[in-house]
């Protein structure tokens, strides 16, 4: 420590002190002054106001008689000047009466901000800046004008207060720092000993030596005080030897306790990784174990649903499929809860039908509903577009784990119905967002608030014997929440125990801006008459044909349906078409059907029945058409109904049309003059063949380009529409294409020579999609190309005749699948190859002999780049051995290949070599299954 005592100045805080004391004193004593002379002149204006009046009377009294006279004006100027003088303060108004109006005679200056009223009447005002006296002029008795006279009241002198605040302040300033001199003096004089020989002894750490405190005067308790605390400081210094013992024995405890604790959180964090890893590892070969059967059945569904089907067997086939995806989401159940925790899940924004997903889940549903005798119900609003973009397969996942649930926890008895409804409708709608509010409803067992309130808890299902009676993971509404937040929407229930629940879901769903909804169905020249003895029915009917301009009379009982039968009358140029509801009580509706028929007011109206029973029945009459009705879905109720309305025979037995039709292509000529040509961009020649024969399928002309040199040089020519391009190829790749398109061709899209550019690619990792959109490409399909989504971007782009056309499919969500397929034991799976190339087995002969041809071409140089050590060749070679088998089925060999692609840099040669023998081994076993199967 310094041995220097400086001088302290312990008065700074009084300094302050003192100076806000003075200045307040400063500042009150300026208020008081002021305050005081304001007062002053407030307190006269009696006086002011007597004054002027006596002034005012002295002036009207000696005012002359005839001053008052028009051609006296100059002297009544004259007096009032002379009465008025110099002062500034006072200011008078001389008025004479003339027709009964105050017509001003003479003046002085006027005073600032005064403005004279001139009313004749005798009258005295006090105002806030000046006093204002009115007297009437009277002659002979008679009123002969008006004398206004005004003074202005005194203000406050400001100069006079500011310089006395200034005054005080400088005196405040000066006395303040005279007595803190003074005060600074007196305490140091008695504290700098003090302060001293404290600092000596600290100093020296003579801890044992005291101070005097009479020494120090005013100050002695605080040397006291200081004694105090050097014995303690003393007394404390005698116990650091064992302190310090103390402290290094606490230290070594401590350190070895952290150890033991590092050790063991080391240890938990291990345990922690390998029940992650063994998590991944059984939840992977859980959804291997679980997806490889289901591919084979998906598969076989798939092909069955290509042959000759009637309608029965091929909604049957729809309900299976639908059921096959449904097992799927147990296991997509807990793989989205897992990246839902980490952070991994996205959602999709693609055009769909909230309509689609919602009559999906309930064909999906329907065999569980009906098993439990639970009633379910459908209804869309439709006014919901068709249009809208969302992810399907998430909000088809929502309800479906909600409308499964609702079944799953609602039963039927003699009392009580179960009834479990899923309805889809609009809370709030503008020209970007349309707000879809989904609802299941069910009248079951309900919960309690305290049920509700742990609901949506992962791993929950409001107690454990729910658990113990319906099974599940109890992750269903936990995901049913997170996905709603990811689409940026809101979940909410409320139940109420025995009564049932409520589940909403309100969703924002962008409108599309890519396609223009037009109507579907146009039944403004149909009289429609429905019936149904169940409210919910007849209120969806009339909803769905109104919305498409129908003329609805609806009846809920038969009494009504009775009374519009005998009045019935419709005009000639509609159609009449009875809608009538037979799934509660099917014969006895059937009945009452055919006794309609033979009724004189029906004789030419048509009758659709909503029949209950899975069987779709044979049309026995020709005015008499059946539908499956359970549960009443929009698509097919309007469907119907048009199918009536056009006549169009109902044979439930006749072979379902198949859902690709080939037509007629335009040559290359015709197309070019139609600007309708496409370009084609691939290195491969298997995969030009097989695209190109999609194409032409489809109805479109193509050229092709073997590299993407080749194509920016055609493109430079023809400036086609359309170009469909492979992302990697020789010389110029597909990002090359696309970069010279958008820079030499025109820069809007509304422009009608502007290039559309689509990806056609092998590569399916996350990602690549982004990358092709943001570099100006307008759509993304992965190969080998499936004809339903080939089909869907031919008619995005370029939507050719529609009489010249193949047949329309609705466009369907793409749903994303890894690189990797799973495959059947087969060499060639026929729902691949079938799904590529049709059904046409001699197209499907025609590239298997491609194939064998390319495919031996590949194998070959294969063998010459293991020889060469040349990986990249290698690499190429199997990225090009990839595409062709999958192109035709040969899953085995597409994954082998893809294998061989994904290792070919990084693996050891000697596994290259084994790699390359397993390809030529599979690729062997394909030729053997061709020859087999198709000579």
């Known amino acids: 420590m310094d041995n220097k005592i400086k001088k302290l100045k312990f008065v700074k805080i009084a300094h302050v002190v003192l100076i806000w004391f003075v200045l307040f004193g400063c500042l009150a004593a300026m208020a008081g002054i002021?305050?005081?002379?304001?007062?002053?002149?407030?307190?006269?204006?009696?006086?002011?106001t007597t004054d002027l009046q006596k002034h005012v009377n002295s002036i009207a009294k000696g005012m002359p008689d005839n001053i008052m006279d028009i051609e006296n004006q100059t002297a009544a100027q004259?007096?009032?000047?002379?009465?008025?003088?110099?002062?500034?303060?006072?200011?008078?108004?001389?008025?004479?009466l003339e027709g009964g109006q105050l017509i001003k005679q003479a003046s002085t200056s006027q005073l600032k901000g005064y403005i004279p009223s001139p009313i004749l009447a005798n009258h005295v005002s006090d105002l806030n800046s000046w006093v204002e006296i009115r007297k009437i002029i009277t002659v002979n008795g008679e009123e002969t004008g008006l004398l206004i006279g005004t003074m202005l009241k005194q203000k406050a002198d400001v100069s006079f207060i500011f310089s006395l605040f200034l005054i005080s302040l400088i005196g405040a300033i000066v006395l303040t720092r005279l007595l803190i001199s003074l005060f600074n003096q007196n305490v140091n004089k008695n504290t700098m000993p003090l302060m001293a020989e404290t600092n000596l002894i600290l100093n020296k750490e003579k801890f044992d030596k005291r101070l005097a405190p009479k020494r120090f005067g005013p100050f002695?308790?605080?040397?006291?005080?200081?004694?105090?605390?050097?014995?303690?400081?003393?007394?404390?210094?005698?116990?650091?030897?064992?302190?310090?013992?103390?402290?290094?024995?606490?230290?070594?405890?401590?350190?070895?306790?952290?150890?033991?604790?590092?050790?063991?959180?080391?240890?938990?964090?291990?345990?922690?990784?390998?029940?992650?890893?063994?998590?991944?590892?059984?939840?992977?070969?859980?959804?291997?174990?679980?997806?490889?059967?289901?591919?084979?059945?998906?598969?076989s569904i798939d092909l069955l649903r290509r042959s000759t089907l009637n309608q029965n067997q091929f909604r049957l086939s729809d309900t299976i499929r639908?059921?096959?995806?449904?097992?799927?989401?147990?296991?997509?159940?807990?793989?989205?809860?897992?990246?839902?925790?980490?952070?991994?899940?996205?959602?999709?924004?693609?055009?769909?039908?909230?309509?689609?997903?919602?009559?999906?889940?309930?064909?999906?549903?329907?065999?569980?509903?009906?098993?439990?005798?639970?009633?379910?119900?459908?209804?869309?609003?439709?006014?919901?577009?068709?249009?809208?973009?969302?992810?399907?397969?998430?909000?088809?996942?929502?309800?479906?784990?909600?409308?499964?649930?609702?079944?799953?926890?609602?039963?039927?008895?003699?009392?009580?119905?179960?009834?479990?409804?899923?309805?889809?409708?609009?809370?709030?709608?503008?020209?970007?967002?349309?707000?879809?509010?989904?609802?299941?409803?069910?009248?079951?067992?309900?919960?309690?608030?305290?049920?509700?309130?742990?609901?949506?808890?992962?791993?929950?299902?409001?107690?454990?014997?729910?658990?113990?009676?319906?099974?599940?993971?109890?992750?269903?509404?936990?995901?049913?929440?997170?996905?709603?937040?990811?689409?940026?929407?809101?979940?909410?229930?409320?139940?109420?125990?025995?009564?049932?629940?409520?589940?909403?879901?309100?969703l924002p769903l962008r409108s599309s801006v890519d396609t223009q909804q037009t109507p579907k169905h146009e039944f403004s020249e149909l009289d429609l008459v429905c019936f149904s003895s169940d409210y919910h029915n007849i209120a969806a009917m009339e909803s769905y044909v109104k919305h498409y301009n129908a003329n609805v009379t609806a009846c809920h009982t038969a009494e009504a349906l009775k009374q519009v039968t005998e009045h019935y009358r419709f005009e000639q140029s509609h159609q009449s078409i009875w809608v009538i509801d037979a799934t509660i009580q099917h014969d006895d509706t059937v009945n009452l059907v055919y006794d309609l028929l033979e009724h004189p007011n029906l004789l030419n109206t048509r009758f659709l029945v909503l029949s209950s029973t899975m069987d779709n029945q044979v049309q026995e009459h020709d005015r008499v058409w059946y539908m499956h009705a359970t549960p009443l879905c929009r698509s097919n109720l309007l469907e119907l109904i048009q199918d009536v309305a056009d006549n169009k025979k109902h044979d439930p037995s006749a072979p379902k049309e198949s859902n690709v039709k080939s037509v007629a292509a335009m040559t290359i000529d015709e197309a070019?003059?139609?600007?309708?040509?496409?370009?084609?961009?691939?290195?491969?020649?298997?995969?030009?063949?097989?695209?190109?024969?999609?194409?032409?399928?489809?109805?479109?002309?193509?050229?092709?380009?073997?590299?993407?040199?080749?194509?920016?040089?055609?493109?430079?020519?023809?400036?086609?529409?359309?170009?469909?391009?492979?992302?990697?190829?020789?010389?110029?790749?597909?990002?090359?294409?696309?970069?010279?398109?958008?820079?030499?061709?025109?820069?809007?899209?509304?422009?009608?020579?502007?290039?559309?550019?689509?990806?056609?690619?092998?590569?399916?990792?996350?990602?690549?999609?982004?990358?092709?959109?943001?570099?100006?490409?307008?759509?993304?399909?992965?190969?080998?190309?499936?004809?339903?989504?080939?089909?869907?971007?031919?008619?995005?782009?370029?939507?050719?005749?529609?009489?010249?056309?193949?047949?329309?499919?609705?466009?369907?969500?793409?749903?994303?699948?890894?690189?990797?397929?799973?495959?059947?034991?087969?060499?060639?799976?026929?729902?691949?190859?079938?799904?590529?190339?049709?059904?046409?087995?001699?197209?499907?002969?025609?590239?298997?002999?491609?194939?064998?041809?390319?495919?031996?071409?590949?194998?070959?140089?294969?063998?010459?780049?293991?020889?060469?050590t040349d990986r990249e060749n290698l690499k190429n070679l199997a990225h090009q051995f990839k595409s062709m088998s999958k192109s035709v089925g040969a899953m085995p060999l597409f994954n082998s290949a893809f294998e061989l692609e994904e290792v070919a840099h990084t693996a050891d040669s000697a596994d290259i070599g084994l790699l390359v023998i397993k390809i030529q081994q599979q690729f062997n076993d394909v030729i053997n299954y061709v020859n087999s199967e198709y000579k």
């Open 78 to 96: 004259f007096y009032i000047d002379a009465i008025h003088g110099e002062s500034k303060n006072k200011a008078f108004f001389l008025y004479r």
């Open 322 to 506: 639908e059921s096959a995806f449904s097992l799927l989401r147990i296991i997509d159940d807990i793989l989205d809860f897992s990246k839902i925790e980490a952070g991994k899940l996205e959602v999709e924004s693609i055009p769909m039908s909230i309509n689609d997903i919602l009559e999906a889940v309930g064909r999906t549903l329907l065999s569980v509903a009906e098993q439990k005798n639970v009633e379910l119900r459908l209804y869309c609003d439709p006014a919901i577009s068709e249009n809208l973009m969302g992810d399907p397969i998430r909000i088809r996942q929502i309800l479906f784990n909600l409308a499964g649930n609702a079944i799953k926890f609602t039963n039927s008895s003699k009392s009580k119905k179960g009834v479990v409804q899923i309805r889809a409708e609009i809370s709030e709608k503008n020209l970007e967002f349309t707000n879809v509010v989904l609802r299941v409803i069910d009248n079951g067992k309900g919960m309690t608030d305290r049920q509700v309130n742990y609901v949506f808890q992962p791993f929950n299902q409001a107690e454990g014997s729910v658990t113990r009676q319906f099974g599940g993971t109890g992750l269903g509404l936990t995901i049913c929440q997170r996905l709603t937040d990811l689409m940026y929407g809101h979940i909410d229930v409320k139940s109420e125990l025995g009564e049932g629940s409520e589940f909403t879901v309100s």
């Open 672 to 868: 070019r003059k139609k600007n309708q040509l496409v370009l084609l961009a691939e290195d491969n020649a298997m995969n030009q063949r097989v695209i190109s024969e999609q194409l032409n399928m489809l109805g479109y002309a193509v050229e092709v380009a073997n590299d993407g040199q080749e194509a920016i040089e055609l493109w430079r020519e023809h400036k086609y529409p359309l170009v469909l391009t492979d992302l990697h190829m020789p010389h110029k790749s597909g990002y090359d294409v696309v970069k010279t398109i958008r820079e030499e061709g025109p820069n809007g899209s509304d422009n009608e020579n502007f290039t559309r550019v689509v990806a056609i690619t092998a590569n399916a990792l996350k990602g690549e999609e982004q990358k092709c959109i943001s570099l100006g490409m307008d759509g993304y399909l992965t190969k080998p190309l499936e004809l339903n989504d080939l089909e869907v971007v031919m008619k995005k782009w370029l939507n050719i005749d529609n009489n010249e056309a193949a047949s329309s499919l609705k466009e369907v969500s793409r749903t994303k699948v890894t690189e990797t397929i799973p495959s059947s034991g087969e060499p060639i799976q026929q729902s691949v190859l079938v799904s590529y190339l049709g059904n046409d087995k001699e197209r499907h002969v025609k590239y298997l002999d491609m194939f064998k041809a390319r495919g031996n071409e590949l194998i070959d140089k294969m063998n010459i780049s293991v020889e060469h």
């Open 220 to 299: 002695a308790m605080l040397a006291a005080t200081i004694n105090s605390l050097l014995k303690k400081v003393d007394g404390l210094r005698a116990d650091n030897s064992e302190l310090d013992l103390a402290n290094d024995k606490l230290a070594q405890d401590m350190e070895s306790k952290i150890n033991e604790r590092t050790n063991a959180l080391r240890m938990a964090m291990e345990e922690a990784e390998q029940a992650n890893e063994s998590k991944s590892t059984f939840l992977a070969t859980m959804s291997h174990e679980i997806r490889t059967p289901m591919n084979g059945i998906i598969g």
């Open 34 to 48: 002021g305050g005081l002379y304001t007062f002053s002149q407030w307190l006269k204006p009696d006086q002011l």
